[in-house]
């Protein structure tokens, strides 16, 4: 599960791409740092060939108030709420994600991140509003150990398949 992300700017080669893009459509207002829920994020989303940045709430709001900031992968397009939007995709740049872990402090809150990519993108879809939420999957491998949910990550060289819906196998990593 998905609770917090992590996103801040670094000055490599990874993040230069992105960082145009941005600069190029004059966004500014988005959190960094440590990302919550309900705040303003920055996404990718699908535009020509290539992709677009785009402020958008994190979590999409239901009829009775609640704020939904994940779905399952493997039932989302079963949920009445996803169901028109699930097409829809976009990608949430972030350096790595938050999870929680039980220690002899009570819970601790630690960040997961990818070894060798300091910049990954968590998955996920949005709706009419600009409210997005991040896909999740049964975790893998030394993740199951922490949680039993985790983010799916698209890999940079995957992003104009994901975004512009040419998927035939899947594509996203489970870390």
């Known amino acids: ?3 917090r992300y992590y996103f801040m700017w670094k000055n490599n080669q990874a993040f230069h791409e992105l960082r145009r893009k941005v600069e190029q459509y004059a966004l500014c207002e988005y959190a960094k740092e440590e990302v919550f829920p309900s705040q303003n994020a920055l996404v990718l989303i699908e535009e ?5 940045p785009i402020i958008m709430k994190w979590g999409m709001g239901t ?3 609640q704020l939904v900031i994940n ?6 397009k079963e949920r009445v709420m996803f169901r028109n939007v699930y097409n829809h995709r976009c990608l949430i740049p972030c350096n790595g994600f938050y999870e929680w872990v039980n220690s002899t402090n009570g819970k601790q809150k630690i960040l997961i991140t990818k070894k060798d ?3 990954i993108y968590l998955a996920g879809f949005y ?4 409210e997005f939420v991040i896909l999740t999957a049964n975790s893998e491998k030394e993740m199951r150990s922490i949680h039993e949910r985790t983010p799916l990550i698209v890999t940079q060289d995957k992003i104009s398949a994901f ?5 035939t196998q899947r594509l996203i990593m489970i870390i």
């Not at 020509?48 to 677009?52: A, Q």
């Not at 779905?71 to 989302?76: I, T």
């Not at 709706?127 to 600009?130: D, L």
Request: contains cysteine.
């Open 63 to 65: 009829s009775n108030s």
């Open 1 to 3: 599960m998905c609770g």
């Open 163 to 167: 975004l512009h819906k040419n998927v």
């Open 48 to 52: 020509g060939d290539s992709y677009r």
């Open 117 to 119: 990519h300091e910049l």
């Open 71 to 76: 779905a399952r992968e493997e039932s989302v």
């Open 127 to 130: 709706n009419r509003r600009n």
